[in-house]
C-alpha cells in the first residue's frame, strides 16, 4: 500500500519529471544538430544519440568511453553550485537501473508481477 503523498510533493515531483523530459529533449536536438553539422565531410562521424537519455548521462557515457571528457566536467561542475556531485555518473547509473521509470515497472518488477505474459491482451 502507497502512502499518498502531499500536494507540494505531487507538484515537486511532477515539476523534476518535467525537467527531465525537457532534458532529454535537448540532448535529442543536440544529437541532431550534430549530425546536421557531420553532413560535411571533412567532419568526423556523428555518433548515436539516444531520445531517453539526458545529456548528463551522455556526457558521463562519452567519458568512460574516452569520447570526449571536458562536457562531463562542465556539467559537474555547474551541477556541483547545487550542491550535486558526480552529476553525470549519477545520472548515468539512475538510467541504467531504470530509477527514472515509475516503480511498478522498473526492472524485473514489471516481470515479476506478470510471470505469465509480459503483453496481457485486453
Known amino acids: 500500500m502507497t502512502v499518498p503523498l502531499s500536494r507540494t510533493k505531487v507538484l515537486a515531483h511532477?515539476?523534476?519529471q518535467l525537467l527531465i523530459a525537457l532534458d532529454q529533449t535537448?540532448?535529442?536536438?543536440l544529437g541532431l544538430l550534430v549530425a546536421l553539422v557531420a553532413l560535411?565531410?571533412?567532419?568526423g562521424q556523428a555518433g548515436l544519440w539516444w531520445a531517453d537519455e539526458t545529456i548528463s548521462a551522455h556526457c558521463w557515457r562519452w567519458h568512460i568511453n574516452g569520447v570526449r571528457s571536458w562536457p562531463c566536467r562542465v556539467v559537474d561542475?555547474?551541477?556541483?553550485l547545487f550542491g550535486d556531485k558526480n552529476h553525470c555518473e549519477e545520472s548515468f547509473w539512475s538510467e541504467f537501473?531504470?530509477?527514472?521509470?515509475?516503480p511498478?515497472?522498473?526492472k524485473?518488477?514489471?516481470l515479476a508481477q506478470n510471470a505469465q505474459s509480459p503483453r496481457k491482451k485486453i
Request: glycine share 12%.
Open 104 to 106: 511498478d515497472l522498473r
Open 77 to 80: 561542475s555547474l551541477a556541483l
Open 14 to 16: 511532477n515539476a523534476k
Open 40 to 43: 560535411c565531410p571533412r567532419l
Open 108 to 110: 524485473g518488477v514489471f
Open 97 to 102: 537501473e531504470g530509477r527514472q521509470l515509475p
Open 26 to 29: 535537448g540532448n535529442a536536438v
